[in-house]
């Protein structure tokens, strides 16, 4: 696996000739809950975690990761590479790929006809992840120029929750202009995404939660001005008048969350 993560094909090819436990999986517990990964920064807390071999990864997931096409050719020739593996969370190599923006492998899994819209252990495709990850895959998979790309269905995870609302739940911090316009290029494909593959952007959650309320609750206040740019008002009015189980619509969540921020930086 350490050859895989650093692109060592020649000593991957070596292990070969040894029988190695190809389907083993990373059980690297490195820095996680101990005190020295505390004292880390932020930035390098995420890049240690990025490049970290997670708990459950198996070799196909590695090779998505740090992508090496030898490997993969290594691999696909020793009738090695199971590209509908899991991971422990039931992630596969494809979600994987839309985190990580791997269209190599993106391409690959189109042109073998794998299944976009498998399931992680939390509903999760690997649309979703995509949108956790902050990665603009969705974007350069709709531009894929090829007859069998899939289209890019209203999927939700176990708790309800749509690609869409993945999108709203993503924390941002709109203190730039730079960051503002950041977080609006990042929506508005999204959202267009939505629109484009009639998508119910009225989803509630189990909790009743629209990709609204997720937006409010998260500060992500340039996905209620893309809203006002894009739909009629009779629409933005229902979504904004829409209640949760708990009463509250998403103009409340607006307001709680921005009270919150100014007592923040009051203090």
């Given at each position: 696996?350490t050859?895989v993560q650093?692109?060592?094909?020649?000593?991957?090819?070596?292990?070969?000739?040894?029988?190695?436990?190809i389907?083993?999986?990373?059980?690297?517990?490195?820095?996680?809950?101990?005190l020295?990964?505390y004292?880390?920064?932020?930035?390098?807390?995420n890049?240690?975690?990025?490049?970290r071999?997670?708990?459950g990864?198996?070799i196909?997931?590695?090779?998505?990761?740090?992508?090496?096409?030898?490997m993969?050719?290594?691999?696909?020739?020793?009738?090695?590479?199971?590209?509908?593996?899991?991971?422990?969370?039931?992630?596969?190599?494809?979600?994987?790929?839309?985190?990580?923006s791997?269209?190599?492998?993106?391409?690959?899994?189109?042109n073998?006809?794998?299944n976009?819209?498998v399931?992680?252990?939390?509903?999760?495709?690997?649309?979703?992840?995509?949108?956790v990850c902050?990665?603009?895959?969705?974007?350069?998979?709709?531009?894929?120029d090829t007859k069998?790309?899939?289209?890019?269905?209203?999927v939700?995870?176990?708790?309800?929750?749509?690609?869409?609302?993945?999108?709203?739940?993503?924390?941002?911090?709109?203190n730039?202009?730079?960051?503002?316009?950041?977080?609006?290029?990042?929506f508005?494909?999204?959202?267009?995404?939505?629109?484009?593959?009639?998508?119910?952007?009225?989803?509630t959650?189990?909790f009743?939660?629209t990709?609204?309320?997720?937006?409010?609750?998260?500060?992500?206040?340039?996905?209620?001005?893309?809203?006002?740019?894009?739909?009629p008002?009779?629409?933005?009015?229902?979504?904004?008048?829409?209640?949760?189980?708990f009463?509250?619509?998403?103009?409340?969540?607006?307001?709680?969350?921005?009270?919150?921020?100014?007592?923040?930086?009051q203090?």
């Amino acid at each position: 696996m350490t050859a895989v993560q650093y692109n060592q094909t020649a000593i991957f090819e070596y292990l070969l000739k040894f029988e190695v436990n190809i389907t083993a999986k990373c059980r690297n517990t490195l820095y996680v809950n101990e005190l020295d990964m505390y004292s880390l920064g932020k930035a390098e807390q995420n890049s240690l975690s990025r490049e970290r071999c997670a708990d459950g990864m198996s070799i196909m997931d590695l090779l998505v990761v740090h992508w090496n096409l030898d490997m993969r050719i290594l691999l696909h020739s020793n009738k090695l590479a199971n590209w509908e593996d899991r991971d422990d969370d039931q992630s596969t190599p494809l979600h994987y790929a839309f985190c990580h923006s791997n269209y190599d492998f993106i391409q690959i899994a189109v042109n073998r006809n794998l299944n976009f819209i498998v399931l992680s252990k939390n509903g999760s495709t690997p649309y979703h992840s995509a949108v956790v990850c902050n990665s603009i895959s969705l974007h350069v998979f709709l531009m894929m120029d090829t007859k069998h790309k899939p289209i890019i269905p209203d999927v939700k995870d176990n708790k309800g929750l749509s690609i869409l609302q993945y999108g709203s739940i993503q924390t941002n911090s709109h203190n730039t202009h730079y960051e503002i316009m950041n977080n609006n290029q990042g929506f508005l494909p999204l959202f267009q995404i939505a629109i484009d593959f009639k998508h119910n952007i009225y989803n509630t959650d189990d909790f009743g939660g629209t990709f609204l309320h997720y937006a409010a609750q998260n500060g992500n206040y340039i996905q209620f001005s893309v809203l006002l740019e894009a739909l009629p008002h009779a629409e933005i009015t229902n979504l904004l008048r829409q209640e949760d189980k708990f009463g509250q619509t998403p103009v409340d969540e607006l307001f709680t969350t921005m009270s919150k921020q100014k007592k923040t930086e009051q203090l």
